[in-house]
């Protein structure tokens, strides 16, 4: 498989709080990054949704929806990242 280099940039305050959110999953920011951009590629969908910081109503709901749905899986191993 061929692989292509993505280079952006954050500010630092977000990176530091993303490592200690993926330490628990022993992820690196880049491995979640390429997840994330490897199940848009497969579903044609963000991986996640965007809510309004002051009313998580909406990303709430989109959530009990997708836990009450039956829909398959997809399976991804990190060795194909």
């Known amino acids: 498989m061929s692989t292509a280099t993505?280079?952006?940039?954050?500010?630092?305050?977000?990176?530091?709080?993303?490592?200690?959110?993926?330490?628990?999953?022993?992820?690196?920011?880049?491995?979640?990054?390429?997840?994330?951009?490897?199940?848009?590629a497969k579903t044609g969908q963000l991986a996640f949704a965007f809510a309004d910081d002051d009313d998580d109503s909406d990303l709430e709901e989109v959530v009990r929806e997708r836990l009450a749905d039956n829909a398959p899986g997809i399976e991804v191993k990190l060795e194909d990242l």
Do not use: G, N, R, W
Request: some cysteine.
């Open 6 to 40: 993505i280079t952006f940039q954050i500010p630092t305050k977000i990176k530091d709080a993303c490592e200690k959110i993926l330490e628990p999953y022993d992820m690196t920011i880049e491995e979640y990054c390429s997840l994330c951009l490897l199940v848009a």
